[in-house]
């Protein structure tokens, strides 16, 4: 990738900039937190502003990370450690692939080294995470651990009849077991996490955070609530009541078409219940403390369930398809019910629904340790774009890069007025500078990533 296409984006979770090598242990922490989250990028030679300073020994430099990173981390991590000159000044690049472990920093040990990256920043995993980082290691969900201290009757096998029931699907044992509601100890079946979570008959005994909580607030904060529902039923069931708060809180309008009439909801129903699904089935029910909330406002609704995208994901694959099911077993029941109907689908559903709707496109964040899904009420605001603006543009799809001079030949102004014009265009976040100073004379201007679904 070249260097200017790094500078098109922010810094993040697979992304970080730094201006040299003096902060090394800060170095090694992020590379740890890259190869244990989802991998990333680091730069060094490159400002907090992103400006291109460079580093004076780029090789000396490069023999220090390597000693560095093969003494310092542990197990064994090489990442890919590149030099690249921009207009002689030379840029460290250091590419580190996701990878299970966990790494960590040998000077703090297995227990206090270890290291994940959340937005921009390095956290210290605590045990939980690092138990979870574990398990993904051994291909092993959460909810297909077994709870060795539960019989049978700690499921509702009432309930779960009579959802599959309407299915046309009998559950004996065998089904159980095949499912994953159940997992055999020794000669004994015992629930699983996922069994107890789905169909447990006092599961807010054994996770009482596994509860849906659902508000609406007056106008577009958290200022006054409106109404509010903690829904606290099994999984399955807990979808379509969360459907109906929904529903009973956004608008719905009537078009009318000859002697038919049709309602036209505030959002689009099938987004939306994607969404809620989507939260269900990918919560992080380890982490404790946190519920799946369910947020609704004047001009948007806000999904947020627990847990970042699963280890190796970022945002951005996402959106690009691929997809990782953090819950087997509820996965599972969940498509065995047609509540999925394809698997790693849902973001691409959500979007298409949305698009379908004229709405503005769903925004996927994730947010300290939890994910959100926001669907917003108001149309698509076209950004207004001037003739001259679309002329940069296309021009900019052929080329990588323009100079304040070749932006005033291409059109016909002088370079006074041509500045200008470059300087409203990053104002409204068209462009973004490539500069190795603030008064840089050959800087040159890029066109932004604008990832059309964030």
């Not at 907090?48 to 580093?55: F, L, P, R, S, Y």
């Not at 044992?173 to 996922?194: C, D, M, S």
């Not at 709405?359 to 964040?365: A, D, G, I, N």
């Amino acid at each position: 990738m070249e260097l200017t296409n790094y500078l098109q984006q922010e810094e993040g979770k697979t992304l970080e900039f730094k201006e040299n090598c003096y902060s090394l242990k800060n170095i090694i922490k992020t590379v740890i937190a890259f190869a244990n989250t989802a991998g990333g990028t680091l730069l060094i030679g490159i400002s907090d502003n992103k400006e291109v300073i460079g580093i004076d020994e780029p090789l000396k430099d490069e023999q220090r990370l390597s000693s560095a990173f093969a003494d310092s981390i542990k197990p064994l991590l090489i990442p890919d450690i590149s030099i690249i000159t921009y207009r002689e000044r030379s840029v460290i690049i250091i590419s580190v692939y996701h990878s299970f472990a966990p790494f960590y920093l040998a000077s703090d040990g297995q227990e206090k080294g270890v290291y994940i990256r959340l937005g921009s920043t390095n956290r210290q995993a605590d045990l939980d995470t690092i138990e979870s980082i574990r398990r993904w290691a051994r291909n092993t969900a959460y909810d297909e651990l077994p709870c060795p201290d539960l019989n049978s009757e700690a499921i509702d096998f009432r309930v779960a009849s009579e959802l599959f029931s309407n299915r046309s699907r009998t559950i004996d044992n065998k089904a159980l077991l095949a499912l994953g509601i159940f997992t055999e100890q020794g000669k004994t079946a015992v629930p699983t996490i996922g069994g107890v979570l789905l169909f447990g008959s006092d599961r807010k005994r054994y996770f009482p955070d596994a509860i849906i909580r659902c508000a609406r607030f007056e106008g577009i904060s958290k200022t006054r609530f409106i109404d509010q529902l903690d829904i606290d039923v099994n999984l399955p069931e807990s979808v379509e009541l969360v459907l109906q708060f929904i529903r009973k809180h956004i608008l719905v309008g009537l078009s009318i078409e000859g002697i038919h009439s049709s309602e036209l909801p505030q959002y689009p129903l099938k987004a939306i219940r994607e969404a809620v699904i989507n939260a269900i089935v990918h919560a992080d029910y380890s982490i404790k403390g946190m519920n799946i909330r369910i947020a609704i406002y004047d001009d948007r609704i806000e999904i947020t369930n627990p847990g970042i995208l699963p280890y190796g994901m970022s945002v951005e694959s996402a959106l690009s398809g691929m997809s990782k099911l953090r819950n087997r077993v509820i996965g599972r029941v969940f498509k065995e019910l047609n509540l999925i109907e394809q698997w790693g689908t849902g973001i691409a559903r959500i979007i298409e629904e949305c698009d379908a709707a004229h709405l503005r496109s769903p925004r996927f964040e994730e947010i300290g340790t939890a994910f959100r899904v926001t669907l917003s009420a108001g149309k698509n605001i076209a950004l207004k774009l001037d003739k001259w603006e679309v002329q940069l543009i296309e021009y900019m799809k052929l080329n990588n890069e323009i100079l304040t001079k070749e932006a005033a030949d291409l059109w016909k102004v002088s370079d006074r007025t041509a500045r200008s014009r470059l300087l409203k265009m990053i104002d409204k976040g068209l462009l973004t500078e490539v500069k190795t100073s603030p008064t840089d004379p050959k800087k040159v201007y890029i066109l932004k990533n604008r990832s059309p679904h964030v």
